[in-house]
């Protein structure tokens, strides 16, 4: 089993940076894809970043360039994923979820397989005001 525990939310102004962070626990995430999905109120929860096993990376079009996914590679623990995002808009307002997926498939084959993930955080609020 897996827990995943995110952090790092908050209000900000647009134009601004937070950083998310998603600690895992239970087992090490070297096999795993991770991901970052968000779901705004009223709306559907959507695909937002994926990193594959070996730190392959995909993003949604609505924030490319501007959010980027990484994961910590301390000795090899991988057990911390994170996501900066910068240039804050008032639309990034959601509750931001971390997931993570057994697999060791190319971030190609992620970006599918990830929409259904093995396990899910239970969210952090990122509010950007305009």
């Known amino acids: 089993q897996v827990q995943l525990v995110e952090s790092g939310g908050g209000l900000v102004q647009a134009g601004g940076s937070l950083r998310l962070s998603c600690a895992a626990s239970?087992?090490?995430?070297?096999?795993?894809?991770m991901a970052w999905f968000r779901q705004a109120p009223g709306k559907e929860r959507e695909f937002v970043a994926a990193?594959?096993?070996?730190?392959?990376?995909?993003?949604?079009d609505s924030v490319k360039g501007r959010f980027t996914i990484s994961r910590d590679n301390a000795d090899n623990a991988k057990n911390t994923v994170y996501l900066q995002m910068n240039s804050l808009k008032p639309e990034d307002t959601a509750v931001y979820y971390c997931?993570?997926?057994?697999?060791?498939?190319?971030?190609?084959?992620?970006?599918?397989?990830?929409?259904?993930?093995?396990?899910w955080g239970q969210g952090t609020q990122v509010t950007v005001s305009s």
């Open positions: 997931a993570a997926d057994v697999s060791m498939d190319s971030i190609v084959r992620v970006r599918v397989t990830i929409q259904n993930p093995d396990y």
């Open positions: 239970g087992r090490s995430l070297n096999a795993y894809a």
């Open positions: 990193i594959s096993w070996n730190g392959g990376r995909t993003y949604a």
